[in-house]
Nanobody
């Protein structure tokens, strides 16, 4: 049962910005720690940013200062604002609970290239 629907990915040039959205249930959003993950071609899926039920955030070192995770509780949506994108950010981005559930959405592809 898919509980996450990601959107917002597209092709951008280095230095550009994107905002990803993840639609989920209100229960999932309010009662769980959530995270954005990404999987680059040929690599494992890694956590990028996380937000606790209380709103505390955590980021992997390579995105600190560039990415911001947030929740829009009124819209049951998890967000990821990504700035100063580099080619190394190219990946399929997913949202899930933290720790992750076995069920994943389809993800949204972000391509950073000149």
């Amino acid at each position: 049962q898919v509980q996450f629907v990601e959107s917002g990915g597209e092709s951008v040039q280095p230095g550009g910005s994107l905002k990803l959205s993840c639609s989920t249930s209100r229960t999932m959003l309010l009662l769980n720690n959530l995270a954005w993950y990404r999987q680059a071609p040929g690599k494992q899926r890694d956590m990028v940013a996380a937000i606790s039920r209380g709103g505390s955030t955590n980021y992997r070192d390579s995105v600190k200062g560039r990415f911001t995770i947030s929740r829009d509780d009124a819209k049951n949506t998890l967000l990821l604002q990504m700035n100063s994108l580099t080619p190394e950010d190219t990946a399929v981005y997913y949202c899930n609970r933290l720790p992750a559930m076995d069920s994943w959405g389809q993800g949204t592809l972000v391509t950073v290239s000149s």
